[in-house]
């Protein structure tokens, strides 16, 4: 086994991202996983609690350039503008390598319902912590809740297009078009 060979947790995303293509997630096992990356199964565990966590590992870090967006957003940003600044904040996180990947990440998690009940809960989790940081700034409890689901919304929405195979926007187009599409339809 290629033990010493460097990126085992990237060899291992690679190798579960292949098998949940040919034979379902449910099927694969992590010692299916460690073997066509070449490593052990105890190495697997190092690197993730259990193989769910190969589709969700790296989420603390989304929440994070979401909040830190947020958190650097002008004082003077309403709740929706600055939760627009915390969408845009990730961008760097959705960059044309991770298409590929989050394409069929999505593709996996759209087949496994406990895979897209865990994408629910990541998301409220999410849509918890820009509330907490709105509030923070000084936005009203249900106002901040308001604007952190709305911004969940339109983050669900882009993310959606954007791992389309056919989709050629960046995250940042499609976003800046999904907040320009809810503006208009909230427009009274």
Do not use: C
Not at 81 to 102: H, N
Request: cysteine-free; aromatic content about 8%.
């Amino acid at each position: 086994m290629g033990r010493w060979e460097p990126d085992a947790a990237g060899r291992f995303r690679v190798a579960a991202m292949e098998l949940f293509a040919e034979i379902g997630y449910e099927q694969t096992t992590v010692a299916a996983i460690a073997q066509r990356a070449g490593l052990t199964p105890r190495t697997f565990f190092r690197h993730f609690a259990d193989k769910r966590e190969v589709l969700f590992n790296g989420s603390e870090l989304l929440q994070q350039s979401m909040t830190a967006a947020l958190a650097a957003a002008p004082a003077q940003a309403s709740a929706m503008e600055a939760v627009a600044i915390a969408l845009r904040g990730a961008a760097d996180f959705f960059d044309e390598e991770r298409r590929r990947y989050a394409h069929q990440r999505a593709t996996v998690i759209a087949a496994t319902s406990e895979l897209h009940e865990r994408e629910l809960i990541k998301l409220a989790r999410l849509s918890e912590a820009l509330a907490a940081d709105l509030r923070a700034r000084g936005v009203e409890k249900s106002d901040a809740s308001l604007a952190a689901e709305a911004g969940i919304a339109v983050f669900r929405i882009a993310f959606a297009q954007w791992v389309q195979a056919s989709e050629r926007r960046s995250y940042s187009e499609i976003v800046d078009a999904s907040l320009a599409s809810l503006k208009a339809l909230v427009a009274v």
